[in-house]
T-cell receptor, first 114, second 108 residues
Framework: KAGVTQTPRYLIKTRGQQVTLSCSPI?????VSWYQQTPGQGLQFLFE???????NKGNFPGRFSGRQFSNSRSEMNVSTLELGDSALYLC?????????????FGSGTRLTVV | DAKTTQPNSMESNEEEPVHLPCNHS???????IHWYRQLPSQGPEYVIH???SNVNNRMASLAIAEDRKSSTLILHRATLRDAAVYYC?????????FGAGTRLTVKP
């Protein structure tokens, strides 16, 4: 079966712009989480959505937001981009929650802010 | 919040078993123990998870100490494709709290 699909794979944006990243989970998975990975901070949790509702949130500023659609597809948006937002953004999906079922990760979107 | 401690790096020879340790002395009775790995240029990959009993799957085995203060991920026969960073995680509200992990090097 198809895995977690993230688009686009690579993105270059200018400081101050906004960006939207997309994630299509595995069919039947209703939980979608987002992570940011940087060399300095490692993998950090952004937020988790389940049935179109944000269920958990990490410690990121309000510039980072997300949403989930009725088909479980998810998007995350970063507004007013800063150089420090350059990172690999990873999406992960699970049947109902990572604690009980584990997560399947996508290959990520590499965002570069210049 | 319970935390995990892992060695920064480990080495193994190809086709030999590998035991990756993890300490989690402040684990609570309801904390699951998860292991993920991340190969170069890829997203993390789920390996195995458990609560109290030892667990086996096609990828690995998870041995959990009786007091649950430590666990060991066992790769039965390491291959070059097992070279990765291995993360031992105690999730919190579906937040897979990745630490620095253990970088496993497999020598031919």
């Amino acid at each position: 079966k198809a895995g977690v699909t993230q688009t686009p794979r690579y993105l270059i944006k200018t400081r101050g712009q906004q960006v939207t990243l997309s994630c299509s989970p595995i069919s039947g998975h209703r939980s979608v989480s987002w992570y940011q990975q940087t060399p300095g901070q490692g993998l950090q949790f952004l937020f988790e959505y389940f049935s179109e509702t944000q269920r958990n949130k990490g410690n990121f500023p309000g510039r980072f937001s997300g949403r989930q659609f009725s088909n479980s597809r998810s998007e995350m948006n970063v507004s007013t981009l800063e150089l420090g937002d350059s990172a690999l953004y990873l999406c992960a999906s699970s049947l109902a929650g990572g604690i009980f079922y584990g997560y399947t990760f996508g290959s990520g979107t590499r965002l570069t802010v210049v | 919040d319970a935390k995990t401690t892992q060695p920064n790096s480990m080495e193994s020879n190809e086709e030999e078993p590998v035991h990756l340790p993890c300490n989690h002395s402040t684990i609570s009775g309801t904390d699951y123990i998860h292991w993920y790995r991340q190969l170069p240029s890829q997203g993390p990959e789920y390996v195995i998870h458990g609560l109290t009993s030892n667990v086996n799957n096609r990828m690995a085995s998870l041995a959990i100490a009786e007091d649950r203060k430590s666990s060991t991920l066992i790769l039965h026969r390491a291959t070059l494709r097992d070279a990765a960073v291995y993360y031992c995680i105690l999730p919190n509200n579906n937040d897979m709290r990745f630490g620095a992990g253990t970088r496993l090097t497999v020598k031919p």
